[in-house]
């Protein structure tokens, strides 16, 4: 069976420092992976999906980065957080195979930026 | 467009039925979710219904499709103390080919 691990889970890190967070699936092979952040406890907000090593797709400009160094493996990154960037940060795979995008998802990071 | 509405918050009584509901406006759904998130964790997929179907049922979990006013819904039946937390409806449209997941509806069960 899949499965996919986040960690940290949790983080607290100063306003200006780096980042990086990793997640990683089990499993299953060529995986559609992305990348959520949650504020609040409410919304989704798609950050970046990929669909092969390499190939990062931004949803939304930041500075945060994402990147695919290995096929079951996603790295969100930053060089300088911002206070902005405290949430909750949800990976997510789904089967690229699949006629469907059934996302599921790893069991978060929490970030706060102090 | 794609935006996907959802109420912000719902209270029951244990052993009620709980009712979430969700609008979207992109007629090109194909698919549409329900994940429910308990506090601090990821979101756990519930169920998914194929835009040609109505309704979809699964032990206590019902789901009603009526495309024509995009409208979705999560029945949830005999409500438990366990069903606490936070539904969130999503609908995979094939020319974004991406998920657009709903604002979330906070289920409250009380005793």
């Known amino acids: 069976s899949q499965t996919i691990h986040q960690w940290p889970a949790t983080l607290v890190q100063p306003v200006g420092s780096p980042l990086s967070l990793e997640c990683t699936v089990e499993?299953?092979?060529?995986?559609?992976l992305y990348w959520y952040r949650q504020a609040a406890g409410r919304g989704l907000q798609l950050l970046f999906y990929?669909?092969?090593?390499?190939?990062i797709s931004s949803e939304v400009p930041q500075n945060l980065s994402a990147s695919r160094p290995q096929d079951r493996q996603f790295i969100l990154s930053s060089k300088k957080l911002l206070l902005s960037d405290s949430g909750f940060y949800l990976c997510a795979w789904s089967d690229r195979d699949s006629f469907t995008d059934t996302q599921y998802f790893g069991p978060g990071t929490r970030l706060t930026v102090l | 467009g794609e935006d996907v509405e959802q109420s912000l918050f719902l209270s029951v009584r244990e052993g009620d039925s709980s009712v979430i509901n969700c609008t979207y406006t992109d007629s090109s759904s194909t698919y549409l979710y329900w994940y429910k998130q308990e506090p601090g964790a990821g979101l756990q997929l519930l169920t998914y219904?194929?835009?040609?179907?109505d309704m979809k049922q699964d032990q206590r979990l019902t789901v009603l499709l009526n495309k024509k006013d995009k409208h979705l819904s999560l029945r949830i039946a005999d409500t438990q103390t366990g069903d606490s937390a936070i539904y969130f409806c999503?609908?995979?449209?094939?020319?974004?080919?991406?998920?657009?997941f709903g604002t979330g509806t906070r289920l409250q069960v009380t005793l």
């Open positions: 219904i194929f835009s040609n179907m």
């Open positions: 990929s669909v092969g090593i390499g190939q």
């Open positions: 999503a609908e995979f449209t094939g020319t974004a080919s991406k998920l657009t």
């Open positions: 499993g299953t092979s060529n995986p559609n």
